[in-house]
């Protein structure tokens, strides 16, 4: 096949070891975000990391932690309780924007993690911005 030995996402970032680290970078910027960090209030902020990096392996193309452990991962369903903004996803991504930048990702790896991540990230907006 002519993409079978084209480089995933999750391989670029170093695997294991680089997705681990950029979630454990991401989430102390995310509770230190004003918009973000009301909605975390109630967390198990380590269990939220564990998640995170079970949930990011598979989605840049690593094995599939997640599903394994809690079955089809719905994300935007999972996400439904949360009154998502245009600003929360943008906000979102500006915090896994600077986690990058902590962990030193280099461009264009930098860019193409946050193009893959801003499908989502919009995707899972269900309110309407506040005036
Ligand atoms: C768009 C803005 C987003 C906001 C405001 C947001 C917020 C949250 C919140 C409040 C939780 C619950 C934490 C808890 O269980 O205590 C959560 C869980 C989670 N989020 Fe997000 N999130 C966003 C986008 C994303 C994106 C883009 C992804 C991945 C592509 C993602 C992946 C996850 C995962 C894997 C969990 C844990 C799900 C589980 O309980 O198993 N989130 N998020």
């Known amino acids: 096949m002519a993409n079978s030995n084209q480089e995933t996402i999750y391989e670029a970032l170093g695997g294991a070891g680089g997705v681990r680290k950029l979630v454990e970078a991401f989430y102390p910027i995310v509770l230190e975000n004003e918009l973000l960090s009301p909605h975390f209030a109630q967390s198990d902020i380590e269990d939220v990391i564990e998640k995170q990096y079970l949930f990011l392996t598979q989605f840049f193309g690593g094995p599939f932690l997640y599903s394994d452990r809690y079955g089809h991962p719905m994300m935007r369903a999972r996400h439904m309780h949360i009154p998502l903004t245009p600003e929360l996803a943008e906000a979102w991504l500006s915090c896994m924007g600077q986690a990058l930048n902590r962990t030193g990702v280099p461009s264009p790896l930098r860019e193409a993690v946050l193009e893959r ?14 005036e």
């Open 117 to 130: 991540l801003s499908a989502p990230a919009y995707h899972f907006i269900n309110t309407p911005s506040k």
